[in-house]
């Protein structure tokens, strides 16, 4: 009851704020077993119902972190307690043929991780498909369809102007790290992320100041460290996963700010099969790569302006062409 109580509170809000979740029905519910089945909202629901009918008994998502954190989501026979522990059994979430999904994380952070993880995975996994099923001339269902209209409708498309953020370059430490954080909390803001994963870097005297290993990114007050540029101490083991990476695109690219995050319509564009693959020609003029399957890296020169509008236009441009393709 713990898990239900805080993800009423924080996370639920988290939820509801990132479109995953509030058009009227309960959110979480406590299952026997110590489960908790929550009501993803449309389009996510259609979507979830859709791949568990035709899953074989599990959806296997597409995307990196789907796969890391989910591994796949088994389907169920039933909610009953027994079918439950059974199919999730070593899982973090399963998914219901009415488009629910039932989460075994005993603790609010790791079940909204779960969560949206979830929906992310079954939202990539969904449009992927359409993709290869219209790339084959094959047709989509009307549930299929009305989940796409509504997934890629126009109210959704990413805007063009990323919001202002402060002007760099930043002299020391912690103007660094005030930027890191704002950088973060625009990030998720923006919906380019899954859950609250991603990081965010800049480097000044010296020192990488990174988001830490785990830490939400919009939530990086007092969870960044700092590494030297040569990538040496102890600091290291707290920094984000990805901190290779950020280490290469400062020192090869001259970058100051490195922006990771998941775009999904990018991420859903890197997967997709035939006229995707030219995607990094679309992204010439832009200081962005897509990692395939995983997501975007975006560097900033003086400060996070650049690469958080980066990100917001490699993701518009995605989700304009796969609309295009599918609506
Ligand atoms: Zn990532």
Same mark, same amino acid.
Do not use: W
């Given at each position: 009851?713990? /898990?239900?109580?805080?993800?009423?509170? $924080?996370?639920?809000? $988290?939820? #509801?704020?990132?479109?995953?979740?509030?058009?009227?029905? !309960? +959110?979480?519910?406590?299952?026997?077993?110590?489960?908790?089945?929550?009501? !993803? $909202?449309? !389009?996510?629901?259609?979507?979830?119902?859709?791949?568990?009918?035709? %899953?074989?008994?599990? #959806?296997?998502?597409?995307?990196?972190?789907?796969?890391?954190?989910?591994?796949?989501?088994?389907?169920?026979?039933?909610?009953? =307690?027994?079918?439950?522990?059974?199919?999730?059994?070593?899982?973090?979430?399963?998914?219901?043929?009415?488009?629910?999904?039932? +989460? =075994?994380?005993?603790?609010?952070?790791?079940?909204?991780? &779960?969560?949206?993880?979830?929906?992310?995975?079954?939202?990539?996994? @969904?449009?992927?498909?359409?993709?290869?099923?219209?790339?084959?001339?094959? %047709?989509?269902? /009307?549930?299929?369809?009305?989940?796409?209209?509504?997934?890629?409708?126009?109210?959704? *498309?990413?805007?063009? *102007?990323?919001?202002?953020?402060?002007?760099?370059?930043?002299?020391?430490?912690?103007?660094?790290? =005030?930027?890191?954080?704002?950088?973060?909390?625009?990030?998720?803001?923006?919906?380019?992320?899954?859950?609250?994963?991603?990081?965010?870097?800049?480097?000044?005297?010296?020192?990488?100041?990174?988001?830490?290993?785990?830490?939400?990114?919009?939530?990086?007050?007092?969870?960044?460290?700092?590494?030297?540029?040569?990538?040496?101490?102890?600091?290291?083991?707290? &920094?984000?996963?990805?901190?290779?990476?950020?280490?290469?695109?400062?020192?090869?690219?001259?970058?100051?700010?490195?922006?990771?995050?998941? !775009?999904?319509?990018?991420?859903?564009?890197? +997967?997709?099969?035939?006229?995707?693959?030219?995607?990094?020609?679309?992204?010439?003029?832009?200081?962005?790569?897509?990692?395939?399957?995983?997501? /975007?890296?975006?560097?900033?020169?003086?400060?996070?302006?650049?690469?958080?509008?980066?990100? +917001?236009?490699?993701?518009?441009?995605? @989700?304009?062409?796969?609309?295009?393709?599918? #609506?």
């Amino acid at each position: 009851m713990t /898990a239900v109580r805080d993800l009423a509170a $924080k996370h639920a809000a $988290k939820a #509801i704020a990132a479109g995953l979740a509030g058009d009227g029905a !309960p +959110l979480f519910e406590p299952l026997d077993g110590g489960f908790v089945r929550c009501a !993803p $909202k449309e !389009p996510y629901r259609a979507m979830i119902a859709a791949l568990a009918a035709r %899953s074989g008994g599990r #959806i296997v998502p597409q995307d990196a972190e789907g796969r890391v954190i989910l591994v796949d989501l088994p389907v169920p026979r039933s909610t009953g =307690a027994g079918d439950l522990a059974e199919a999730l059994a070593g899982r973090r979430a399963a998914a219901l043929a009415d488009g629910g999904l039932v +989460l =075994a994380d005993a603790t609010a952070a790791a079940a909204f991780d &779960a969560f949206s993880s979830a929906c992310f995975a079954c939202y990539v996994k @969904f449009v992927v498909d359409a993709l290869a099923a219209r790339k084959r001339g094959g %047709s989509l269902g /009307a549930g299929e369809r009305r989940a796409l209209a509504l997934a890629l409708d126009p109210s959704r *498309r990413p805007p063009e *102007r990323a919001p202002d953020l402060s002007r760099g370059p930043f002299a020391d430490a912690d103007s660094a790290r =005030a930027a890191v954080i704002a950088a973060g909390r625009a990030t998720v803001a923006l919906g380019l992320v899954g859950a609250s994963f991603g990081n965010a870097s800049y480097a000044v005297g010296g020192s990488l100041h990174i988001s830490e290993t785990g830490a939400p990114l919009d939530e990086l007050e007092g969870r960044i460290v700092s590494v030297p540029l040569d990538g040496s101490g102890q600091a290291v083991q707290k &920094a984000s996963s990805e901190l290779a990476a950020h280490l290469r695109i400062v020192r090869e690219a001259g970058a100051r700010a490195v922006l990771h995050g998941h !775009p999904r319509h990018a991420v859903i564009a890197s +997967l997709a099969p035939g006229r995707f693959q030219s995607l990094p020609d679309a992204l010439a003029d832009h200081p962005v790569a897509i990692a395939p399957g995983h997501g /975007a890296f975006a560097a900033g020169r003086v400060d996070f302006n650049e690469a958080l509008q980066a990100l +917001l236009d490699v993701e518009r441009r995605c @989700f304009d062409e796969i609309a295009g393709t599918l #609506i």
